[in-house]
């Protein structure tokens, strides 16, 4: 089966600190689709990111940015600078080909951002 | 402002009663989807359609049916065969419904059972 881990449940930093969410996935084929959510306090789900897994080159969107490590199943995000706002649950999911239109998600990690 | 909608926020639903969850789009998208989101795990898909008047079963159809009469409209409703009907539900939209399409997400509705 095909699975999205993240190991981290809950994560708190400082504001203005530089904070990396791991998520790994479990897959066999070659050609898939990486996504960040974010979910705040409010609940609305707002896509942070997305990653071509064929594509080399690391997404990114101003402070927030990819990590992604093709052979090592890997793709973790950092925040940079980060900020009150960005307080809220991250979910990880997972998009393979052969899946016609489903997302595999992890089960997500709170961050609390500090003032 | 193109978006999702989803009504009511909060649905209290009685032992063996039915109860529909509103989702409408007015992104001109073909595809929708409902998701059930519960504390401490992933989402879950539980219906989806990626043209009117079709829809396929996800994960955890069980005790849920849909309907989609018009492309903004993807009503969910929860029936009394879903023995643990309490959790949140996300309704999401996409371009599409092909892989690796970003997918739009509504507020959300939170189901209690009395």
């Known amino acids: 089966a095909q699975t999205v881990t993240q190991s981290q449940p809950e994560m708190s930093v400082q504001e203005a600190e530089t904070v990396t969410l791991s998520c790994t996935y479990d897959t066999s084929e070659s050609n898939y689709y990486l996504f960040w959510y974010k979910q705040p306090p409010s609940r609305q789900m707002i896509l942070v990111i997305r990653q071509e897994a064929y594509k080399q080159q690391n997404a990114t969107e101003n402070r927030f940015s990819v990590n992604f490590q093709k052979a090592a199943k890997s793709f973790s995000l950092k925040i940079s600078d980060s900020q009150l706002g960005d307080t809220a649950m991250y979910f990880c999911a997972f998009s393979p080909h052969d899946s016609n239109y489903q997302l595999i998600w992890g089960a997500g990690t709170k961050l609390i951002i500090k003032p | 402002d193109g978006g999702i909608t989803q009504s009511p926020k909060y649905l209290f639903r009685k032992e063996g009663q039915n109860v529909t969850l509103s989702c409408e789009q007015n992104?001109?998208?073909?595809?929708m989807y409902w998701y059930r989101q519960d504390p401490g795990q992933g989402l879950r898909l539980i219906y989806y359609s990626q043209i009117v008047n079709d829809f396929q079963k996800g994960d955890i159809a069980e005790g849920y049916s849909v309907s989609r009469e018009k492309k903004e409209s993807f009503p969910l409703t929860v029936t009394s065969a879903q023995k643990n009907p309490t959790a949140f539900y996300l309704c999401?939209?996409?371009?599409?419904?092909?892989?690796?399409?970003?997918?739009?997400f509504g507020p959300g509705t939170r189901l209690l059972v009395l």
């Open positions: 999401a939209s996409s371009f599409a419904g092909t892989v690796g399409e970003t997918q739009y």
């Open positions: 992104l001109n998208h073909d595809a």
